[in-house]
């Protein structure tokens, strides 16, 4: 409670805020994945298609960790310092890795990912890079070439199979590929050079140049070529692809600054990589077109002005051509995982153009493109779907063909009014992906009637207010919604009663009218009608009262009780009312003086917490006085609006010697 004998005041303030939605339909493709992989750094990738595995190996963190294709970790294999690269054997059966630190290869069981095995190279320093063929691995120590063969009863290893070619300093890169058996393709220093590895020693083919910031090196299925990750010519950057019978340039990719990683698809697709803060990250290219199909843009997960990299040769494809799997790395230092789906297949587009507006029950044409890089023939099949409120899970409509150009068009009927969305898909193909289209139309709905009364009442404070809802005439949809959104910022719009009106039309519900409340029905439609709302604004009067003390007794002046103060004494009366925050009660005085009634003043004084506020009256110091007193709640200016005006009783009292 506050006692008080001087005015005080408060001020109120409102924020208002809005916010705008914007929604965009597009064909898309299969979706990418991407996680942050556990690794301080990044040496290689091999991928197990029969197990749908992948393995990264962390030279620094000495470990290579496990994921599946989605890029969860499955198993971390510790305990090899520096390992470098990784190569599967013809089974996946094994995953061997080259350990720099301690100059060994060691074999990964696939399924049990615990070592298996672990073959010292006595005489080769710092293995780096592997790849198997025919069985035997091959792998780099520095500039020279050396192999494991772990088919006999006792693992033998050879080393110095370069066989007189310098490559002038390391690591070796090594290239090869299942489906051309017997080659080896292997680079270094600027030098490049084609081995036949058929024999039990590796037999120059041909010895030829390359760029000496290639970072990767692959071969085709064919064996035809050999693809290295860098050029940068006069023509600008490109992936170079040089004929393994000459080593003679043959083609070449062009791409974008910096190219940093290359690898071969079982079928010759090509995935090329680029360090590129700024454009593309993977380019996919079917065999000789120079015009990639897909390019892969990394996000920015860092806190540079360019977005996340791809890491040097970390670029390697799922053996089903389902994925390429690429690492990349962002300015923290951060490595990720990145499966990118549907790889070798372009992403057609597919538009949709419906109508803006529309009659129920009237047809209407819907229209549309399917585009792609390469032209897609007449006929391709298109499946439609009209989803509306009488279907909300959608409905299929009789499938569409396209034009030559891929243009295609529909009629329909709609049989729902309100938001009718069509949506046109395209199931793909080996060569292009998935694409889907979507469009919406406003179907027109008859007009429903809403009324609710009560509108403009006023109520004593708490009464008990019913409040009628009728809804007219509709098609399926009975059912209406009755929301109380009492005024004042800390009462926030309620849910009163949601149910199918009775026989007459008719739902009600309760108010507690402790304030002034906004009253809102809704019925939200169905498939003929539109929605409707109506609104009806009732008000509560504030709850007030008045307590009187320090007289010594009370009686009766013509018809009116009086309340007797000695002429120096000061009264006291104490106003409780309902309390709002910031809400103040207004004290006014008048004086009775031969037969009437005057204004003396009147002042705001503060409620406390409980509602409470006590105010002084000086003692006049003479008798004969006879006066009344009242307290008020006045809508705004008492501090708020959430009651309606609300005068108390009169207290009237009087002075005597």
């Avoid at 960790?65 to 089974?91: F, Q, R």
């Avoid at 494991?148 to 110095?160: K, Y």
């Avoid at 199931?427 to 998935?434: E, L, S, V």
């Amino acid at each position: 409670m506050r006692r008080r004998s001087i005015s005080t005041a408060t001020a109120l303030a409102v924020l208002f805020s809005s916010a705008a939605l914007v929604a965009t339909t597009a064909g898309t493709a299969a979706a990418d994945s991407s996680k942050v992989l556990p690794v301080a750094s990044v040496g290689d990738l091999a991928v197990d298609g029969v197990h749908k595995r992948v393995y990264v190996s962390d030279p620094l963190g000495g470990k290579i960790v496990v994921t599946d294709y989605a890029g969860t970790v499955k198993a971390t294999v510790t305990g090899l310092p520096g390992v470098e690269g990784l190569a599967l054997s013809a089974d996946s059966g094994q995953v061997y890795a080259a350990v720099k630190d301690s100059d060994r290869i060691v074999s990964v069981d696939t399924l049990t990912y615990k070592q298996s095995a672990s073959y010292a190279l006595a005489g080769a320093d710092a293995p780096a890079n592997l790849e198997v063929v025919d069985g035997r691995i091959w792998f780099g120590y520095g500039a020279n070439l050396g192999s494991l063969d772990v088919s006999g009863a006792e693992p033998a290893v050879t080393l110095g199979l370069n066989t007189g070619v310098n490559f002038f300093y390391g690591p070796l890169l090594l290239g090869s590929d299942p489906s051309a058996p017997g080659v080896l393709a292997v680079g270094a220093g600027g030098r490049l050079a084609v081995y036949d590895v058929s024999a039990d020693g590796a037999v120059p083919r041909v010895v030829g140049d390359m760029d000496t910031d290639v970072k990767q090196i692959d071969l085709t299925p064919d064996g035809q070529q050999v693809l290295t990750s860098w050029e940068n010519g006069g023509q600008g950057y490109a992936f170079p692809a040089y004929s393994t019978t000459d080593l003679k340039q043959v083609g070449r990719y062009p791409t974008d600054a910096y190219p940093n990683a290359i690898a071969v698809a079982p079928d010759g697709t090509v995935a090329g990589g680029s360090s590129s803060w700024y454009e593309p990250d993977v380019h996919i290219h079917r065999a000789g077109d120079t015009t990639p199909v897909r390019e892969y843009d990394f996000p920015n997960t860092g806190n540079s002005s360019g977005a996340d990299t791809l890491a040097d040769g970390a670029l390697a494809w799922a053996p089903d051509l389902s994925r390429v799997f690429a690492v990349s790395v962002n300015s923290y230092g951060t490595f990720s995982i990145r499966a990118l789906t549907d790889p070798a297949k372009e992403i057609p587009t597919l538009k949709v153009s419906a109508p803006a507006g529309g009659d129920r029950a009237e047809k209407l044409t819907v229209t549309g493109k399917l585009t792609s890089r390469t032209a897609l023939p007449a006929g391709t099949v298109l499946n439609v779907t009209r989803t509306d409120l009488e279907s909300p899970g959608g409905k299929a409509l009789p499938a569409v063909k396209t034009k030559a150009d891929g243009g295609f068009s529909f009629t329909d009927t709609p049989p729902a009014g309100g938001k009718v969305t069509y949506k046109v898909a395209y199931t793909g193909d080996a060569a292009h992906a998935a694409a889907t289209g979507s469009d919406t139309v406003e179907v027109t709905r008859k007009k429903t009637t809403l009324t609710l009364n009560r509108n403009g009442k006023v109520y004593s404070y708490g009464k008990d207010v019913s409040f009628t809802a009728h809804l007219g005439t509709t098609y399926k949809n009975r059912t209406v919604a009755i929301y109380a959104d009492p005024f004042g910022a800390d009462k926030p719009k309620k849910l009163l009663k949601k149910a199918r009106v009775n026989s007459s039309g008719n739902l009600s519900a309760t108010v507690d009218m402790k304030r002034d409340t906004t009253v809102t029905a809704v019925f939200e439609g169905d498939a003929r009608y539109a929605p409707k709302t109506a609104k009806s604004t009732a008000y509560a009067r504030a709850k007030v009262s008045m307590a009187v003390s320090k007289h010594y007794r009370t009686g009766t002046i013509g018809s009116r009780k009086y309340y007797y103060f000695r002429k120096n004494t000061d009264p006291v009366f104490t106003t409780t009312m309902n309390y709002y925050q910031g809400r103040q009660q207004r004290l006014q005085l008048q004086v009775y003086y031969q037969g009437t009634w005057y204004e003396a003043g009147s002042e705001y004084y503060a409620l406390g917490a409980d509602g409470k506020s006590a105010v002084r009256l000086g003692a006049p110091g003479e008798a004969g006085i006879r006066a009344r007193v009242r307290s008020s709640y006045i809508n705004n200016s008492s501090g708020d609006n959430v009651n309606s005006t609300t005068h108390g009783a009169w207290k009237y009292f009087t002075f005597t010697n």
